[in-house]
C-alpha cells in the first residue's frame, strides 16, 4: 500500500491517550522489575535518537539532527565526538569494538574500528538502504538491519557481506509495515522487532497502529503481541526497543513518553516512568548487562538511565592520573582512587594494568551496595629512559562494564654528575679486643650529598658494614696489620674509594688480686682471688707470697699459710696466651703476728688474755703485751710480784706503742709493776 496515504490521530485524542494510561496502568508486582531513575546524561546531548552499549557498557548515541555520534564512558563521562555523518538514525556496537551507525541521508551503514577509523559500508554502500532505522548484532557478529522504508530485515555477515533478507510489506504475520526497532534475545535466539502495523480506525480510516513481532533468527515469524492504543499492553508509537537477561521486553512509546514492559510471551508486566522527571519523545533504548537502561529522550535532552532490579553502577574518580619521575631517581608518591557502587547489588571488580610500570596495590574487591573502596596506583621508574609515558588501568565490573583510567608519567633526564671523593682517614691505631673508630667525614660530593658509606674491614672484597652516616666502630680481634677499604655512593649512584691502614697491637693482661684476711696470728691461712683480666685467654699465674723470688703457686686461686710473725709483700705475676705477661706486687700486704700476750723468758710462753698470762705467772715474771686494746677485767690476786711491760710489736722485737686495757685491774695481793702499760 501507498504510506503515504496513512491518517495519523489528531493531537487531542493524544492527549486523552496520555490521560487514561496513567489511570489504566496495573503492574504486576510478581515479575515487573524493580526500578528506579538515576542520574541522567546531559554533557554534550542535544537532540539523541539512537543508543548503544559495547561489551565495557560504553555508550555511543546518534543525533540525526547535528549528523555526529557521541561517546560517553559506562558512567556517562564524555570521551568523544564523531562528526561528519549524514543524519545517523541508529547505531550498533559488535563484541569487537566495531561501531554500525545508520544514515538515513546517504542511505547507508557505515562500519568503524574503535578508533573511529571507517572501515567500510555494508552491501553495496550508498543506496543500500531506504531508511537502516535500526540495527541489531547477535553473537556471532551476524548483523541485522531494519529498512523502515522497505518494510524488510536485511542481515549481513561480519564482513560486511549480504547474507539474506525477510519481511515485507504488509500487516500479516512475518510482514511490516514501517518496522522501527530490532532486538536480539540471545537466551531464547529470538529476534523482537516493532512496526507500526496498519489499522482501520473507527471513522473506517487506515491509520498507523502497533505491535510487536518475535521471529526466529533466520526471520521465520512465531508470534506477535501489543497492540494500538491506551491500557494495559497497548501502545501509540512505538520506536525503541531492548531486551534484559530474563527475556523481558522495554519499549519506547514516544507518544505516550514512557517505557512498556513485557514478558517476551506478550504478558504486559507495567510500565517506567518517573512522573516527576518523565522522558519526553523516547527514542533510542538499550540496556547493560550491569541492568542500567539507557533511553534517548529526545525533547529534554537527556540520556535518561534507569537501574532494575540488583543493578550495579561503578563509578571511579579520578580517572586520570599524572606522575613525574627522573631517571634514576625515587619512584613518585601512589596516588588513590576511589571505586563506589552506587547499585543495588554487590559489585565485584577487578584492575588491570596496560604497562608494566604501572603497579596496583590491589587487583580485584568486592563492593557491597553504596559501597566505596580504593586502590593505590603508582609508577615504577626502574628502566625507564628519558621520555614521555602513556598507560592505562582498566577498572571492570563482573557485568562488563569497564572504566580506563589513564595515566600518564613524564620521565626526566638525569642531571650531569660528579662523583663523590672518598678519604677513608687513618692511619688507625689500636689494641686488639679495643673497639676503634674509622672516619670517613673527610669524604665529600662536589655536587650533592653523599647517601651510603660502606667499609672492608680487612680488604677481603665484603664490605662488612653499610651506613648512611662518615663514622663507624670496629673491634679488630687479632693483632696485626689491616688495609681498610672505604667505599661512598652519592644520591646520583655512583662511587668512589679509598684505602686506609689500622695498626692493632698485642693486649697485655692486666694482674690483680686480693687476699682475706690480710691480717693475724700466726699460722696465718690467707685465701688468695685472682682478678686479673686479659684479652688473650687463658691466663697463667705465678704467686710470690714472701717476695723471696721464688714461685710459691701457679694456682689461679690458691691459700698460703704464714707460720712466721711479720710483714709479707705478696706478688702475682699473669701472662696470656700470646704471652704478653703484667704484674702486680702489693708491699707489706700480709701482717702475721704473734699471740697478743707472753711471759718472756729464753722460751716465751704465748696466751691470748693478760688474765691467763697472770694466772700462769710465778714470782718475778715479766708479762710483756702487745700495742693492742684488752677488753678484759684483770685481777691480781697472788702473792707474787710481777711486771707487766706493753706496747710491743707483732714480733715482740721493740715497743712502738702501749697496751690499753680497757676494763679494771683489782689488786688484792701480791705486787705488780707497769712499763708503757695504761689502764682506760
Known amino acids: 500500500m501507498n504510506k503515504k496515504n496513512v491518517t495519523h490521530l489528531p493531537v487531542i485524542f493524544l492527549a486523552v491517550s496520555v490521560f487514561l494510561l496513567f489511570c489504566f496502568v496495573n503492574v504486576s508486582q510478581a515479575i515487573m522489575p524493580v ?65 554500525f551507525i545508520g544514515n538515513k541521508h546517504s542511505e547507508n551503514v557505515e562500519v568503524y574500528d574503535s578508533d573511529l577509523n571507517l572501515l567500510f559500508k555494508l552491501g553495496s554502500g550508498d543506496g543500500e538502504f531506504e531508511q537502516p532505522n535500526a540495527i541489531a548484532i547477535d553473537s556471532s557478529g551476524r548483523i541485522y538491519v531494519v529498512d523502515k522504508e522497505e518494510d524488510i530485515v536485511k542481515v549481513y555477515n561480519p564482513d560486511g557481506s549480504f547474507s539474506f533478507s525477510f519481511g515485507g510489506s504488509g500487516s500479516g504475520n512475518g510482514l511490516f509495515d514501517s518496522p522501527t526497532s530490532i532486538a536480539i534475545d540471545e537466551i531464547a535466539g529470538e529476534l523482537i522487532i516493532s512496526d507500526l502495523q496498519i489499522i482501520t480506525d473507527m471513522y473506517g480510516g487506515e491509520i498507523e497502529g502497533a505491535r510487536i513481532q518475535v521471529l526466529d533468527m533466520n526471520g521465520v515469524y512465531k508470534r506477535s503481541f501489543g497492540g494500538y492504543g491506551v491500557g494495559d499492553g497497548l501502545m501509540t508509537r512505538p520506536l525503541g526497543l531492548t531486551v534484559d ?9 514516544t507518544l505516550q513518553h514512557v517505557v512498556h514492559v513485557f514478558e517476551s510471551n506478550g504478558t504486559f508486566l507495567g510500565t517506567m516512568m518517573d512522573p516527576n522527571n518523565q522522558v519526553r519523545t523516547p527514542l533510542g533504548i538499550t540496556i547493560g548487562n550491569s541492568n542500567r537502561i539507557f533511553i534517548a529522550s529526545l525533547n529534554t535532552s537527556k540520556i535518561e538511565v534507569y537501574g532494575i532490579d540488583l543493578y550495579t553502577d561503578m563509578k571511579v574518580t579520578p580517572v586520570y592520573l599524572s606522575f613525574e619521575g627522573q631517571v634514576g631517581g625515587v619512584d613518585p608518591v601512589l596516588q588513590n582512587v576511589n571505586i563506589s557502587n552506587d547499585g543495588a547489588g554487590t559489585l565485584n571488580w577487578t584492575a588491570v594494568a596496560n604497562e608494566s610500570w604501572i603497579t596496583l596495590s590491589a587487583t580485584s574487591g568486592s563492593l557491597a551496595p553504596l559501597a566505596v ?21 582498566s577498572i571492570s565490573a563482573d557485568s562488563g562494564a569497564t572504566e ?4 600518564d608519567l613524564t620521565v626526566s633526564a638525569a642531571p650531569s654528575n660528579s662523583p663523590p671523593n672518598a678519604n677513608a682517614g687513618g692511619q688507625y691505631s689500636g689494641i686488639e679486643g679495643q673497639a676503634i673508630i674509622l672516619d670517613a667525614s673527610g669524604s665529600f660530593d662536589p655536587d650533592g650529598t653523599i647517601s651510603l658509606y660502606e667499609w672492608d674491614i680487612d680488604n677481603d672484597g665484603i664490605y662488612d658494614y653499610s651506613s648512611t652516616l662518615p663514622t663507624q666502630s670496629h673491634t679488630y680481634v687479632q693483632q696485626g696489620t689491616y688495609a681498610v677499604v672505604l667505599r661512598v655512593t652519592d644520591d646520583f649512584g655512583e662511587t668512589d674509594g679509598a684505602v686506609a691502614t689500622a695498626v692493632i697491637s698485642d693486649s697485655s693482661p692486666a694482674a690483680a688480686f686480693t687476699g682475706t684476711p690480710t691480717s693475724g696470728t700466726v699460722p696465718l691461712t690467707i685465701n688468695f682471688t685472682d682478678n686479673s683480666t686479659g684479652y688473650d685467654q687463658p691466663l697463667s699465674h705465678e704467686w710470690d707470697f714472701d717476695n723471696d723470688g721464688v714461685i710459691d703457686s701457679t694456682l689461679r686461686n690458691p691459700s698460703y ?29 700480709i701482717t702475721a703476728c704473734l699471740s697478743p700476750v707472753r711471759i718472756s ?43 707487766l711491760k706493753g706496747g710491743y710489736d707483732c714480733g715482740y722485737t721493740a715497743v712502738t706503742g702501749k697496751t690499753t686495757l680497757s676494763g679494771t685491774m683489782t689488786v688484792s695481793d701480791g705486787i705488780v709493776a707497769t712499763g708503757d702499760f695504761v689502764l682506760q
Request: hydrophobic share 35%.
Open 561 to 589: 699459710t704464714y707460720n712466721s710473725a711479720g710483714t709479707y709483700t705478696v706478688s702475682l705475676t699473669v701472662m696470656d696466651s700470646d704471652g704478653s705477661t703484667n704484674s702486680l706486687t702489693r708491699m707489706d700486704y
Open 373 to 393: 573502596s580504593n586502590i593505590s596506583i603508582g609508577v615504577s621508574l626502574a628502566g625507564l629512559t628519558a621520555g614521555t609515558y602513556a598507560g592505562s588501568v
Open 245 to 253: 537477561g530474563e527475556s523481558r521486553v522495554y519499549i519506547t512509546d
Open 601 to 643: 723468758g729464753a722460751t716465751p710462753v704465748y696466751y691470748s688474755t693478760l688474765q691467763a698470762a697472770y694466772d700462769a705467772a710465778v714470782d718475778g715474771d715479766i708479762i710483756q703485751s702487745r700495742d693492742l686494746t684488752f677488753t678484759e677485767n684483770l685481777n691480781i690476786n697472788r702473792n707474787i710480784s710481777i711486771t
Open 404 to 407: 580506563v583510567l589513564n595515566i
Open 35 to 99: 526500578y528506579e531513575r538515576l542520574t541522567p546524561i546531559t554533557d554534550n546531548v542535544s537532540a539523541p535518537t539512537a543508543v548503544a552499549l559495547d561489551i565495557y557498557e560504553n555508550l555511543y548515541v546518534t543525533e540525526s539532527s547535528n549528523n555526529r555520534l557521541l561517546i560517553y564512558s559506562q558512567s556517562g563521562r564524555y570521551i568523544e565526538t564523531l562528526t561528519g555523518l549524514h543524519k545517523p538514525i541508529s547505531v550498533a556496537v559488535d563484541d569487537t569494538g566495531r561501531i
